[in-house]
C-alpha cells in the first residue's frame, strides 16, 4: 500500500513538473513570437503566455521552423524571413531543451542575449541580421557549443578572452561586424576549431602566436583588418586547406616553413606590405589551386618554378608589384588556369606566344606593364576569355584578326598603346562584350560598318587614333550603348542620328574630327551629354547658311571609381621606389575570389573580403560607364556567359611551351563598457 502511495506521489510529480516545463516553453515561445512582431502568420497569437497553435504535441511542431522531440523545443531555424525590427527575447536563454538556434537573414536586432540555461545548445546562427553590442557573453552552459555564426551584423568593442572557453567550438565566424582592438591570445585554447573567419573587422596589433595551436583548421581568414607584424609560425596548421591574410599590414617575407603545409590550396596574401622573392617552398605544394600575391612590395622575377603547379594551379594573381623582368613562358605549362592577372607588375618584353596554350582562361591581364612587341596572335585560341586586358603598354603592329574569336569577352581594354591599322572586322563578333576600348592609339582607316552589330556594348571608345572617313549609320544597332567616344580623330561628313531613342548618355565629338559638318538634331537630346562644336542639320538636306545652333557641352565630371589604380607603363607599386621614381598608392585594395570555397555559410562578394567562401561567381555587368578613361580599369565578371559556341578559331596551334620549370563605414572601436 506505501510503495502504491509513493508511486502516486512520484507521478503526480512527473505530471506537475510537465506542465509546468510546457508552460514555461509555451511562454518562452510567445515571448519570441512577439519579439518578432508577429512576423511569421503561421505561428498564430498568443493569450498572454499562451499560444493558440500548441507549439508541440510529442514530436509533431504546430509552428513552422521550429522542431519538436518529446513534446520539447529542440531547435528553432528561422532563415530567409523578414524580421523587421525584431529582436531576441532574453527569455531565449531559458530554453533549456534547445540544440540548435538559427535566426538567418531576418534584419533582427538588439544585443544578444544571455543564454545561461542552454546546456545542450551545440549550433547557434545568428548571420545577416542587425545585433548591436559585444560579443556573446560566455556561460559555463555552452561548454558543448560546436558551432558559432555571428558574422554580417553590426556587433563591435573587443573580442573577450573568454572566447578561449568555449571549447568545442569546430566553426567560428565572426566576419563583416566592428569588432576592434586586438585578437586575444586565449583564443589559442580552440584547438577544435576547423573553420575560423574574422574577416572584414577592425582588429589590430598582431596575429597571437597561439593560433598554431590550431592544429585541425582547415580555414583561417583574417582578411581585411588592420594587423601588423610578421606572419607567426604556423607550420603546426598541417590541416590548413585556405589561408587568407589579404588586406592588412603585414610585413616581413613569406615564410619558408609553409612548404610543410601540403593540404593548402588557397593561400592569399595580396594588399600586404610583404617583400622580398616567392620562395621556393610555395612550388612544393601540390594541391594549390590559388595563389594571391598581388599588391605587395615582391621584388624578383616572377619565377618559371610555378610550371610545378601546372597540376593544381588555377588561378594567379600578381597584380601591382614590383616585379621586375619579362613573363616567363613557362606560364604556357599551367594547363588549368583560369585566372592570370599580371597587372602593374612593372613587367618588361613581350607577350609570349606560349600564353596561347591556356585554352582555360576567363580572365587574362596584362594592363599597365612595359609590354612590348605585337600582340601574339595565338592568342585568338582563348575563346573562353570573359576579360581581356592588354591596356596600358608599349604594344605595337596591328591587331591580329583572330582576337574577334572572343566571343563570351564582355571586358576588352586595347587602350593606351601603339597599335596602328584598321580595326579588325572580326572584332564585330564580339557578340558578349560590354566594354571597347580601343582608344589612344595610332589606328586607322574608318570606323567598321559592322560594329552596330555589338548589340550588348555599353560604352565604345575609339578616341585619339587617326580614324577617317563618315560616322556609319549602322551605329542605330547599338541599342545597349550608353558611352560613345569619338574624339580627336579625322572622321568627316554628317553625324548620323540612328542611334538616338536608344541608351545613349554621353557622345564625345570633339575635340579634333574637323571635317566633321553637321549632326542630327535629335543628338540634341537633354538625355544626352553631347561633347561637340558641330552645326545642326537636317538627315536629308545641307546645312542652311543662316547661323546655325553650335552644340558645345562641357566636360561632366568623371565617375569615381570604386578600385581605380593610378598606374601607367611607367609605374610600380611604391614599396621601395627611389626618390627618382614617381609613386602612387593605389586607393583601394582588390579582392579575389578564390576558385576552392569550403561549404561554410556564404556571404556575397561586396567590396569587402568574405566571411565565407561561396563558389566563384562574376559580378554583374557594370550599371555606370566611367565617363573619362581611367587609368587602370579592374577586371569585372559577367554573371552569366553565352551559350553559343565560337563559329571561327585561329587557323594554328600556339607554339610548344618550354620544358622549363563595396566597404560601409565603420565607426571607430570602443572598450566595452
Not at 134 to 156: A, I, R, Y
Not at 369 to 398: D, E, K, M, R, W
Not at 520 to 528: A, E, K, Q, Y
Request: proline share 7%; hydrophobic share 35%; charged share 5%.
Amino acid at each position: 500500500m506505501r510503495a502504491y502511495f509513493y508511486l502516486l506521489l512520484l507521478s503526480e510529480f512527473c505530471r506537475r513538473h510537465v506542465f509546468a516545463q510546457v508552460s514555461n516553453q509555451n511562454s518562452i515561445m510567445c515571448d519570441l513570437r512577439n519579439a518578432f512582431g508577429g512576423s511569421i502568420i503561421s505561428w498564430g497569437s498568443c493569450s498572454g503566455t499562451v499560444p493558440t497553435v500548441a507549439v508541440c504535441t510529442g514530436s509533431i511542431s504546430g509552428w513552422a521552423y521550429v522542431t519538436c522531440s518529446a513534446s520539447a523545443v529542440v531547435s528553432i531555424s528561422v532563415t530567409g524571413v523578414k524580421i523587421s525590427g525584431g529582436t531576441l527575447p532574453a527569455s531565449i536563454g531559458q530554453l533549456s531543451t534547445l540544440t540548435a538556434l538559427t535566426i538567418s537573414g531576418g534584419s533582427v536586432g538588439g544585443t544578444l542575449p544571455q543564454l545561461s540555461s542552454l546546456s545542450s545548445l551545440s549550433s547557434l546562427i545568428l548571420n545577416n541580421n542587425k545585433f548591436t553590442g559585444g560579443f556573446l557573453t560566455f556561460t559555463s552552459s555552452l561548454t558543448k557549443l560546436v558551432t558559432l555564426d555571428l558574422s554580417n551584423n553590426n556587433l563591435q568593442y573587443d573580442i573577450p578572452t573568454s572566447v578561449g572557453q568555449y571549447s568545442s567550438l569546430g566553426t567560428l565566424l565572426i566576419g563583416n561586424n566592428f569588432f576592434g582592438s586586438t585578437i586575444p591570445s586565449s583564443i589559442g585554447f580552440l584547438t577544435n576549431l576547423v573553420t575560423l573567419i574574422m574577416s572584414n573587422n577592425q582588429l589590430t596589433g598582431t596575429l597571437p602566436s597561439s593560433v598554431n595551436a590550431f592544429t585541425k583548421i582547415n580555414v583561417l581568414s583574417f582578411s581585411n583588418n588592420k594587423l601588423t607584424s610578421t606572419i607567426p609560425s604556423i607550420s603546426s596548421l598541417t590541416s590548413l586547406q585556405l589561408l587568407d591574410l589579404s588586406l592588412n599590414s603585414f610585413q616581413g617575407t613569406i615564410p619558408p616553413y609553409l612548404s610543410v603545409l601540403q593540404n593548402l590550396f588557397s593561400i592569399s596574401l595580396n594588399g600586404n606590405m610583404f617583400r622580398g622573392s616567392i620562395p621556393n617552398a610555395l612550388f612544393t605544394l601540390t594541391k594549390l589551386n590559388y595563389l594571391a600575391l598581388g599588391v605587395n612590395c615582391f621584388t624578383g622575377t616572377i619565377p618559371s618554378q610555378l610550371a610545378l603547379l601546372s597540376a593544381s594551379l588555377i588561378q594567379i594573381h600578381f597584380n601591382i608589384t614590383s616585379f621586375k623582368g619579362t613573363i616567363p613562358s613557362a606560364l604556357g605549362l599551367i594547363s588549368n588556369l583560369n585566372q592570370l592577372e599580371l597587372q602593374g607588375a612593372c613587367l618588361t618584353g613581350t607577350i609570349p606566344s606560349t600564353l596561347g596554350n591556356l585554352v582555360k582562361l576567363n580572365i587574362l591581364d596584362l594592363a599597365a606593364n612595359s609590354l612590348g612587341g605585337t600582340i601574339p596572335s595565338y592568342l585568338g585560341a582563348l575563346s573562353q576569355l570573359l576579360t581581356f586586358h592588354l591596356q596600358q603598354n608599349s604594344l605595337v603592329g596591328t591587331i591580329p584578326s583572330t582576337l574577334g574569336a572572343f566571343i563570351k569577352a564582355t571586358s576588352y581594354y586595347l587602350y593606351a598603346n601603339s597599335l596602328g591599322g584598321s580595326i579588325p572586322t572580326s572584332l564585330c563578333g564580339l557578340s558578349s562584350v560590354v566594354n571597347l576600348f580601343l582608344n589612344t592609339n595610332s589606328l586607322t582607316s574608318s570606323i567598321p560598318t559592322c560594329v552596330g552589330f555589338l548589340s550588348r556594348a555599353a560604352s565604345i571608345r575609339l578616341s585619339n587614333n587617326k580614324l577617317a572617313n563618315t560616322i556609319p549609320t549602322t551605329l542605330g544597332g547599338l541599342s545597349s550603348l550608353t558611352n560613345l567616344q569619338l574624339l580627336n580623330n579625322t572622321l568627316t561628313g554628317f553625324v548620323p542620328g540612328q542611334i538616338c531613342g536608344h541608351r545613349l548618355k554621353q557622345y564625345t565629338l570633339t575635340p579634333g574630327n574637323p571635317g566633321l559638318t553637321c549632326l542630327d538634331p535629335c543628338l540634341l537630346s537633354t538625355t544626352i551629354t553631347l561633347v561637340a562644336k558641330i552645326n545642326t542639320c537636317s538627315p536629308t538636306s545641307a546645312p542652311s547658311s543662316a547661323p546655325s545652333t553650335t552644340c558645345e557641352s562641357t566636360s561632366p565630371a568623371p565617375i569615381s571609381l570604386v578600385r581605380v589604380f593610378l598606374m601607367n607603363a611607367n609605374l610600380c607599386f611604391p614599396c621601395a621606389a627611389s626618390s627618382s621614381t614617381q609613386t602612387v598608392t593605389p586607393t583601394v585594395i582588390p579582392t579575389p575570389s578564390p576558385s576552392f570555397r569550403p561549404t561554410s555559410v556564404p556571404s556575397p562578394l561586396p567590396s569587402k573580403s568574405p566571411t565565407s567562401y561561396p563558389s566563384l561567381a562574376h559580378s554583374s555587368r557594370p550599371s555606370n560607364v566611367p565617363t573619362s578613361n581611367p587609368t587602370y580599369v579592374p577586371t569585372n565578371f559577367p554573371t552569366s556567359n553565352p551559350t553559343n559556341i565560337p563559329t571561327s578559331i585561329p587557323t594554328s596551334k600556339p607554339s610548344a611551351a618550354p620544358t622549363g620549370g563595396g566597404v560601409r563605414p565603420k565607426p571607430s572601436a570602443k572598450s566595452r563598457d
